[in-house]
């Protein structure tokens, strides 16, 4: 069914700080160190300059951040570089490149 597929839209990078609503799943994930927040920005936060795609899947755009960049470690789980943030969270926030 296409409704599972994902189709990737197009690549963007992130110009402006974003918030996404993250929620922790509830398991002792370390969270990132206070130098790393100090030099990157506050955690929970997408920096600028990551980069990634627009996707579609279950009907709905996400966007789906590159793994091995700096930053990621803000706001995804630690060893678990693939997130899917809401669209909504990156609106406005981003150019295509």
Not at 26 to 53: A, C, H, L, R
Not at 59 to 75: A, I
């Amino acid at each position: 069914m296409d409704l599972f597929k994902k189709k990737n839209l197009y690549r963007v990078e992130i110009i402006k700080r974003c918030y996404p609503n993250i929620i922790l799943n509830g398991y002792n994930n370390p969270m990132p160190s206070f130098d790393t927040v100090g030099e990157k920005g506050n955690v929970f936060q997408i920096p600028p300059g990551i980069k990634g795609w627009v996707i579609e899947k279950f009907g709905k755009k996400y966007f789906r951040p590159d793994e091995d960049q700096e930053g990621l470690e803000l706001f995804t789980i630690p060893h678990q570089p693939i997130a899917l943030i809401d669209y909504k969270y990156i609106e406005g926030n981003y150019k295509r490149i």
